[in-house]
């Protein structure tokens, strides 16, 4: 028999609440009910009148603009963070305190450090955690890991990734809050880095040391009210300017504990990039190789192919992966971002309903928010940064 989990949603009515609370709802139309479905008890967000207007879409949810209403409630199971960075810290905490099962958006903590505090008092509590790493969750890297794991392309020696978009390439774009030091403390490393950390972590391994070179490109942007993803914004030249306090761009080269290298760089500030994504992956026997632009394709090397015709292979994801069938009865028909997050969520409810805990755990995201800090620190020092 399905069982429901109550779920309250804090920070519902920005980009990544919205997301969320639709995937609760489309659990049963996707998946079915046999695993687990929700109910969404509580939205809540700083923004009175979002918050009213969201309401009425989820008529059963209590509304507020307290998180610690929602936290303090019996009756919810799973906390749903997708506030600010700064608060992910206390906010996680609390609710973990309360017993709640918590699932953050990333970075998790603002430091290595707080991520360890959470990872131990869940492990401490028994609770289920589950940190915002959506992209691997494509159905695509299923069969890059297999394909790893099933020892095809032989020991890994080389990862190459980037992950760039251009949001802020023009020094002339406003200032939002991702820009803020305080409110995003980590800057692009805790919000694109950590996307392309979780790939590393999910398909190569730990992190043992890397030098990073980070940089704020542009030191000052005009004040707009509201500016943020997705909005335009005319300039009239007479705007107040805001000091951007935290990091645009960032280069990194590392160590994996297996011994294979890695090359890595990514930015907000990559004019024309409006959302660029790939990785390459070299082992002894072959490599894969992935590309955003072709969301649900894979490109497969091997060794074992005869002299004169080896070469790149196109892989499709299709519905023998049973997480796709779920979705599209036919290959390559494009499972996007919204799918990647429909099927984390799914997968958190599930994980709430059996005690199975699912990677990426707070666990996993203790060592991703080492690898940030490792960035930060590095690129102060100027020097390689061991991660223990």
Known sequence: ???????????ACGWMGKVHTMSYQNIP????????????????????????????????????TDWRAAVADPSVELIDICLPDSLHHQVAKAALLQGKHVYCEKPLANTATEARELADIAAEKGLVTRVGHAFPRNPIHDVAKDIIDSGEIGDIKLFKACQHVDVLGD??????????????????????GSHVFSFMERLVGRVSELIADCAIVTHKRPVVAGFNYGSAA?????????????????NLLCRFENGAMGIVDFSRVATGRKFMQTYE???????????????NRLR????????????????????????????????????GYNESKQIEIA??????????????????????????????????????????
């Open 1 to 11: 028999m399905s069982r429901s989990v109550k779920v309250a949603v804090l920070g």
């Open 171 to 192: 020094p002339n774009a406003p200032f939002m809050w991702r820009a803020d030091g305080k409110l995003a403390p980590t800057g692009i490393v805790g919000d694109t």
């Open 234 to 250: 005319a300039l009239s030249g007479t705007e107040d300017m805001a000091e951007v306090t935290n990091t645009d761009a960032t």
């Open 347 to 388: 997968e958190v409810v599930r994980s709430v309903v059996t005690g199975e805990q699912m990677w990426p755990t707070f666990e996993s995201g203790h060592h991703i928010t080492q690898i940030v800090d490792a960035c930060l620190d590095s690129s102060r020092r100027r020097q390689w940064v061991p991660i223990t």
């Open 281 to 295: 992956i070299y082992g002894t026997k072959g490599s894969i190789a992935y590309d955003y632009d072709e969301v």
């Open 29 to 64: 139309f996707i998946f079915g009910s046999d695993k687990g479905t929700a109910e969404i008890a509580w939205l809540v967000d700083g923004s009175a009148p979002a918050l009213e207007k969201a309401g009425r879409l989820v008529p059963n949810a209590q509304t507020s």
């Open 300 to 335: 497969f090397y091997t060794n074992e192919d005869r002299v004169g015709r080896r070469g790149f292979r196109e892989i499709d994801v299709g519905p023998e992966n049973a997480t796709y069938a779920a979705f599209l009865p036919i290959a390559n028909f494009a499972l």
